[in-house]
C-alpha cells in the first residue's frame, strides 16, 4: 500500500496582480519504510512542498491538490480541519534551521514536554506530568543525547546546531510518526555533524520503520541514505525513480547535470568529458519562463520545450521531458 | 548578567555626568548672575554672597567650580528656589513622590490595556477588528492632551460630577508623610477613615491617569501589534503548528511570551514620552507633582528651579529605564543565561 499518494500538487502565492505558480503540478509518491530524496537546487519549492503536505503554509499561499491520498485514505474528502488531524497525527516535520525553529524563549524540556502525545499519558494531571517528564528524557535519549539533564534545562540558543537538531528530531518522534519529512536536516552543519544525523534517522528508519522524506539541495549528500529520489525544478517534478536509477541513468537533463556536476559521479562514469554545469542560474518567482521551466538553461531544448512537458514513466522511472535522455544509454 | 549589569552602571556614571555638565551650564547661559542662578539666593547680602562665592569656588577654574557644584548637588543642597525661597531639594521631595505615582500607575494601565489589545489586533491581522484597533489608536495617538485633559474634566467633573477634577486627594483627609507616595501613605496610616481616603484617592487617581495613559497606550497598541505579527511569522511558530498545537496553544504558550518580550525592550523609550504628557496633564488637573511644578518654575523664570527639576526629573526617567531593561533581561533568556554550547 502506497503511504501517500499526491497528485499534481500546485501552489500559487497570492499577489495584488495574478498569483504566480510557486509549485507547479507536482507528484511525490511514496510506500510505507521507503526513504525518499527530495532534491533540487534551493528556491525548486521543495520546503514550500514539504509545508504544504503538513499544512502549515499561511494565509499567502494557495494549496490545490487532484489527489491525497494517505495511507489508502482520500484526504481530499474531509474538511480542513479533520485533514490536519490526520496529518498531524502520523507526520512529523523537521526544519532546515533547527534554532530558529524552537521557542528561545522556553526551555528545551517544556518544548519537548508538549509535543509527547496526551493518548501515551493515563491517571491524574501530576501523575501526567511526571509521565511528561519521563517521555521527555526517554525521546532525548532515543535520539542519542546523553546530558540529557542539561540539555532540558537548557535554552536553545545555548545549544549547537546540530544538537538542536537532535532535539528537533526527538521532538519529531514525540507523537510516533509513521512519516518524518526532514527538511535540509543537516544544513550549515560539519560533515561529522551531518553523518550522525543521518545515521540516526537512518537507523530510525530500520528501526521504527519510520517513512522518511528527506529533503536536500545536494543530489550527492543524500543518495547513500535513499531507496528513491525525486527531483524538482524551479517548481516542476522532474524526475523520480530509485536511487540507481536516478544517479546511474538520469533521463532528465537537469538530473544529468546534477549528476555531472558532483565529483563522485564524474569519477565513476569514465566516458563524461568534464565536470558540466548548467549555465544560468533557477528562476525568481517573479520571472518564471513558461512551459518547461529548464528551457531556458538546457542544453536539449527545442521550440516543443514551450509547452509544459508530460510525465512519461518507464516501469517506475517518471521522468517530465520532451526530449529525453533514455536513448543515450544502451 | 554581570556584564549587563556593569554595562548599565557605567551608562548611568555617563549620562549622570553629561546630565550635571549640562545643568551647570545652564546656570552661565541662563540671564542674570551665574552664583545667583546657581544658588537661587536673590535676597542675599554681598557678606553673604561672598562666602557663597568662596564655597563655590568662584574664584577657581570652571573645572574646579563644576567639582564644587557636584560636590553640592550630593550633599542633597541644590540651592534655593528664587520664588519660593526654599530649598529645591524639599521641594522636590514633596512633589516628585506625586509624579512617581502617576507616572507609574499611568505606564501600568496603558501596558495592561494596550499590549493585549495589540495583540488581539495582531491575531485579527486585516480583518475588521485590526482596522477597528488601528484607527482607534490612530486617532488616540493623535488627541493634543490639553484638549483630552479639559474634555475629560468638563464631562466627568463637572456635567455628570462622577469623578474630581482637581489635587490629589480631598483636604478632608490628613495623611502622615512617611513615602510621600500617597496610595502607599494611606495604606500605612492607622487613621480610621483609611478606606475612604484611599478611595478617595483613587478617584482623584483615574482622571489624570486615563489622560497621561492614552496617547502610550495606543503606542503600545502598535508596538504589541507588531511584535505580535513578527513573532506569528518566525519559524518556531510555524515549528509548533508541525508539532500539532492548536492556535490558542500556540498563542498562550509561545506567542504571547516572546511578543512580550519585544514589547518591554521598548518601553524604556516610551516612558520619557509618558512623563512630559504627565508635565502638561499635572498642570490641567492641579496634580502637585513636579511636572507642574517645573512648568510653574519656568513661567516664574526660576532658574535655581529649573536646574534641579531638570536633574532630577532626568534621573527620574532614566532610573526606570534601567528598571524596565532588568525586567527585560530577566524575561528574556537571550539576554540572561550564560551561552555554553553543551
Ligand atoms: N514567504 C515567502 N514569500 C515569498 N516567496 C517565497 C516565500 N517562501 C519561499 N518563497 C519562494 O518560493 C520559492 C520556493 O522556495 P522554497 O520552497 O523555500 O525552496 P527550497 O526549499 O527548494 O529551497 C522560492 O523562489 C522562494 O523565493
Ligand atoms: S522539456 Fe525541453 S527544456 Fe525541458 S528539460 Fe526537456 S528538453 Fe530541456
Ligand atoms: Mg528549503
Known amino acids: 500500500m502506497n503511504l501517500i499518494d499526491i497528485r499534481n500538487l500546485s501552489i500559487e502565492l497570492k499577489t495584488a496582480t495574478k498569483p504566480i505558480l510557486a509549485v507547479d503540478h507536482v507528484n511525490l509518491k511514496m510506500r510505507e519504510g521507503e526513504v525518499r530524496g527530495l532534491v533540487g537546487e534551493s528556491g525548486s519549492g521543495k520546503s514550500l512542498l514539504a509545508q504544504a503536505i503538513i499544512g502549515v503554509l499561511d494565509e499567502k499561499w494557495q494549496v490545490h491538490v487532484d489527489r491525497f491520498h494517505w495511507r489508502g485514505q482520500d484526504l481530499m474528502r474531509l474538511s480542513p480541519e479533520e ?231 518507464y516501469h517506475d522511472h517518471q521522468v517530465s521531458c520532451h526530449f529525453p535522455l533514455k536513448d543515450s544509454y544502451s | 548578567m554581570l556584564i549587563f549589569t556593569l554595562r548599565r552602571i557605567s551608562l548611568f556614571f555617563f549620562t549622570m555626568l553629561l546630565l550635571t555638565i549640562l545643568s551647570f551650564s545652564l546656570s552661565f547661559l541662563f540671564p542674570g548672575e551665574q552664583l545667583i542662578n546657581l544658588t537661587g539666593q536673590i535676597n542675599a547680602t554681598p557678606e553673604h554672597l561672598a562666602a557663597l562665592a568662596h564655597q563655590y569656588q568662584q574664584q577657581a577654574s570652571i573645572v574646579s567650580q563644576y567639582f564644587s557644584y557636584l560636590s553640592h548637588l550630593f550633599q542633597g543642597d541644590m540651592g534655593y528656589s528664587m520664588a519660593s525661597q526654599l530649598p529645591i531639594t524639599t521641594e522636590i521631595f514633596h512633589r516628585l513622590p506625586a509624579t512617581i505615582e502617576l507616572t507609574s500607575v499611568a505606564l501600568l494601565i496603558a501596558m495592561f490595556f494596550g499590549i493585549p489589545i495589540g495583540f488581539f489586533a495582531a491575531i485579527y491581522h486585516r480583518k475588521v477588528p485590526d482596522n477597528l484597533i488601528l484607527a482607534i489608536a490612530m486617532i488616540g495617538y493623535s488627541i493634543p492632551v490639553f484638549w483630552l485633559g479639559m474634555l475629560a474634566i468638563l464631562i466627568f467633573s463637572i456635567q455628570l460630577g462622577w469623578l474630581p477634577s482637581a489635587g490629589q486627594i480631598s483636604l478632608l483627609f490628613e495623611i502622615e508623610y512617611v513615602t510621600g507616595l500617597q496610595l502607599i501613605d494611606i495604606l500605612l496610616s492607622d487613621s480610621e477613615y483609611k478606606w475612604q481616603a484611599f478611595q478617595d484617592a483613587t478617584r482623584h487617581l483615574i482622571l489624570p491617569v486615563i489622560v497621561v495613559a492614552l496617547a502610550p497606550a495606543t503606542i503600545f497598541m502598535r508596538l504589541a501589534r507588531t511584535a505580535m505579527l513578527e513573532v506569528l511569522d518566525t519559524h518556531y511558530i510555524t515549528a509548533a503548528q508541525a508539532k500539532g498545537l492548536t492556535f490558542a496553544q500556540i498563542i498562550y504558550r509561545h506567542a504571547m511570551r516572546n511578543a512580550v518580550i519585544k514589547v518591554i525592550r521598548d518601553v524604556g523609550l516610551q516612558f520619557a514620552n509618558l512623563v512630559t504628557i504627565a508635565m502638561i496633564t499635572e498642570m490641567i488637573f492641579s496634580w502637585p507633582g513636579i511636572g507642574s511644578w517645573l512648568i510653574e518654575s519656568i513661567y516664574q523664570r526660576d532658574y535655581t528651579a529649573i536646574q534641579g527639576g531638570l536633574i532630577v526629573l532626568s534621573t527620574f526617567i532614566f532610573i526606570v529605564h534601567i528598571i524596565i531593561d532588568f525586567v527585560y533581561a530577566a524575561l528574556n533568556p537571550l539576554a540572561r543565561e550564560p551561552n555554553h554550547g553543551t
Open chain 1, 83 to 313: 485533514r490536519k488531524a490526520v496529518i498531524t497525527k502520523d507526520v512529523a516535520m523537521i526544519f532546515q534551521e533547527p534554532m530558529a525553529c524552537l521557542d528561545p524563549t522556553a526551555t528545551i524540556g517544556e518544548q519537548l514536554e508538549e509535543a509527547v502525545d496526551v493518548a501515551q499519558l493515563s491517571g491524574f494531571f501530576w501523575q501526567k506530568r511526571q509521565q511528561r517528564k519521563l517521555a521527555a528524557m526517554n525521546l532525548l535519549h532515543k535520539v542519542g543525547i546523553k546530558k540529557h539533564q542539561a540539555c532540558v534545562k537548557s535554552f536553545p540558543h545555548q545549544l549547537t546546531d546540530a544538537l538542536c537538531q537532535r532535539v528537533m528530531i526527538a521532538m519529531a518522534l514525540a507523537r510516533r510518526p509513521i512519516l518524518l519529512i526532514a527538511d535540509e536536516p543537516t544544513a550549515a552543519m560539519e560533515s561529522t555533524n551531518q553523518g550522525q544525523i543521518f545515521r540516526l534517522l537512518a537507523s530510525l528508519n530500520q528501526l521504527k520503520n519510520m517513512s522518511i522524506l528527506l529533503i536536500s539541495h545536494d543530489l550527492e549528500n543524500v543518495t547513500h541514505w535513499t531507496n528513491t529520489i525525486t527531483v524538482m525544478y524551479s517548481g516542476q517534478f522532474v524526475e523520480a525513480g530509485t536511487t540507481e536509477q536516478i544517479f546511474n541513468q538520469p533521463y532528465h537533463p537537469y538530473t544529468r547535470a546534477l549528476v555531472d556536476s558532483s565529483p563522485k559521479a564524474s569519477s565513476m562514469i569514465p566516458n563524461k568529458s568534464r565536470l558540466m554545469t548548467l549555465p544560468g542560474s533557477i528562476p525568481i518567482l517573479q520571472h518564471l519562463p513558461i512551459g518547461c521551466r529548464l528551457g531556458p538553461r538546457c542544453p536539449r531544448a527545442q521550440q516543443k520545450c514551450v509547452h509544459a512537458p508530460k510525465i512519461k514513466s
